[in-house]
């Protein structure tokens, strides 16, 4: 279980991404799950050109499939169904594609880095493929604090404007809070700009809280 609640100043609002899973490993290459994932904000839309690029303000229940992480990268596909909680309508849902993370961390101070990538099809997005890359590079003064710097990459692949964007920015995560799983907090000053179109660029404060538990 993963649940990473988050407050946009740029958007005013607040976010909340999670999703609960249960998953048979009988073998090592390839698990079968089911999941119920959630997407949503509290003002359930937000206005903006594609309010779904970042609330979906649905459940999405679904059973799919994940590979084994080969050299940091995995692989994952599932089918479904979203259900909104603000229409009460249901859609298929039809979402895959792959993950990868690698990161230097010191074993106790030091200088770090860390970068995610994340290819993923999602049949609800105009059957778009979506690519985010975030990396973050930084000093961590003690075991429960990371201040670093964010460079973030998003693009899609039909060119859609609200897509297509890199952003950047200091940061700050506060880490070891005494509480079962993991837990950080962090805060972020994001300045971004689209690549595609004319719209003009942005600039966001984002706070959130990382939660997540594993049996």
């Known amino acids: 279980m993963w649940f990473y609640p988050i407050y946009s ?3 005013r609002d607040f976010f909340a991404y999670g999703q ?3 998953e048979l490993r009988k073998t090592r290459w390839i698990q079968p799950y089911i999941s119920v994932r959630f997407v949503g904000d509290t003002r359930e839309t937000i ?3 594609s309010p779904e690029a970042l609330s979906e303000s ?4 679904a059973a799919g499939l994940h590979t084994a992480s080969w050299h940091g990268v995995s692989g994952w596909f599932e089918a479904g169904s979203a259900m909104s909680y603000v229409t009460g309508h249901m859609l298929p849902d039809y979402r895959g594609g792959f993950s990868g993370q690698w990161r230097k961390m010191p074993e ?3 200088w770090f880095f860390d970068t995610s990538a994340d290819g993923l099809y999602m049949s609800r997005f105009d059957k778009d493929w979506l690519l985010y890359n975030q990396s973050r590079a930084g000093y961590v003064p003690s075991r429960h ?12 692949a039909k060119g859609q404007e609200w897509a297509n964007f890199l952003e950047a920015g200091p940061g700050i995560r506060v880490l070891g809070i005494p509480v079962p799983g993991t837990m950080w907090i962090s805060a972020d000053l994001m300045r ?8 003009v660029g942005f600039t966001d404060v984002r706070l959130g809280v ?3 538990f594993t049996r």
Do not use: C, E, P
Not at 58 to 61: G, N, P, R
Not at 192 to 199: D, F
């Open 192 to 199: 971004g700009t689209y690549l595609i179109g004319g719209h």
């Open 58 to 61: 649905s459940f999405i229940l």
């Open 210 to 212: 990382w939660y997540a």
């Open 20 to 22: 609960v899973k249960t």
């Open 47 to 49: 206005g903006a050109v």
């Open 9 to 11: 100043s740029r958007w």
């Open 145 to 156: 604090v990371q201040l670093y710097a964010n460079v973030n990459l998003t693009a899609d």
């Open 108 to 110: 106790t101070t030091g």
